[in-house]
């Protein structure tokens, strides 16, 4: 590998960006593709495909065999709120390879005991993103579970504005209509807005905490690997 691909490639991994080798195996010539690059690249189609999958492998394209290594960063995922949803989120998370952090100001409810093995920051989310735990960015997803504008809020505003692949809220329609209301008051645009899963979580009945955690996760993987949310019937 020449000295300035892989410069290119670990300056990428240590910005938690997503970058794509592209080597041909015929003659070794190798050429990265960064993620914001690959709209306006000769093989758009298939480096989407490989990148929203995050897996490498063999294509041919062009009459040639190229091997592409996908470069992803890992995928966190921030909860707000030490409810029944998340501690029951928690171990499906850790299976899915999502590095997990809880978020809480009540110290009541975020306790190890509640959350073994899990990372708990029993703090203010204002106070706590981008300093206790890892900044949000594009490889990041938030879930907001305790129905309190005052602890969900400030999370949701921060993760917008870090532009997360995933923003999810807890709550009805109507609430998130005051929630709509108030984002709007705070200057954010309609299309920030949005982007915000709510009523969180695929359509799947889910009635329980471990139900709704499931159907939040498998939202947050399909946002994830690029699948369209399906129509609620």
Known sequence: MRSDVLAALNDARAARRAAILITDIADGAQRLVRE????ADPLADVLAKHL?????????AGGRTLFLTVQVPPVRLVVVGAVHISQAMAPMAAGLDLALTVIDPRTAFATPERFPGTALVAEWPDAALGT?????????????????????????????????????????RKTHAARVARLTEAGFAPAQIGRIHAPIGLPIGAVSPAEIALAVLAEIVATLRRVPRPEVA
């Open 132 to 172: 206790s735990v890892p900044v949000l960015d594009r490889y990041c997803a938030l879930a907001a579970l305790t129905h309190d504008p005052k602890i969900d809020d400030p999370a949701l505003k921060a993760a917008l504005a870090a532009e997360c692949f995933y923003v999810g809220a807890l709550g009805s």
């Open 36 to 39: 914001d690059e690959i709209a």
């Open 52 to 60: 929203a999958a995050g897996k490498s492998g063999l294509v041919e």
